[in-house]
């Protein structure tokens, strides 16, 4: 069974960190994008950041230059480094594997964690 498991979520207060990872489990093939999204509630989820194998970066508009994406495929793990945290970072956060397993290519999303920016 191939899942994903995130951990790393929390409160915190403005201003403040949190370091994010996501771990792939079972008989992964490759893993080729890893990366984060978010959904804050009453929106739509919306992509926070990506990193590919070969580690070329993407990142939203809105966290350029406050979060960092980084990943260890020996451990097949992504991170999310999440710093100068603000209110409006408050959300659920997802993380998104795009892997080749025995059953095929397809993507596959972590339960969520939380994470509450709050004074």
């Known amino acids: 069974q191939v899942q994903l498991v995130e951990s790393g979520g929390g409160s915190v207060q403005p201003g403040g960190s949190l370091r994010l990872s996501c771990a792939a489990s079972g008989n992964i093939f490759s893993i080729y994008t890893m990366g984060w999204y978010r959904q804050a509630p009453g929106k739509q989820r919306e992509l926070v950041a990506t990193?590919?194998?070969?580690?070329?970066?993407n990142y939203a508009d809105f966290v350029k230059g406050q979060f960092t994406v980084s990943r260890d495929n020996a451990k097949n793990t992504v991170f999310l480094q999440m710093n100068s945290l603000k209110p409006e970072d408050t959300a659920v956060y997802y993380c998104y594997a795009d892997m080749r397993t025995a059953a095929g290519r397809y993507d596959r999303w972590g339960q969520g964690t939380q994470v509450t920016v709050s004074s």
């Open positions: 990193i590919t194998s070969g580690g070329r970066t």
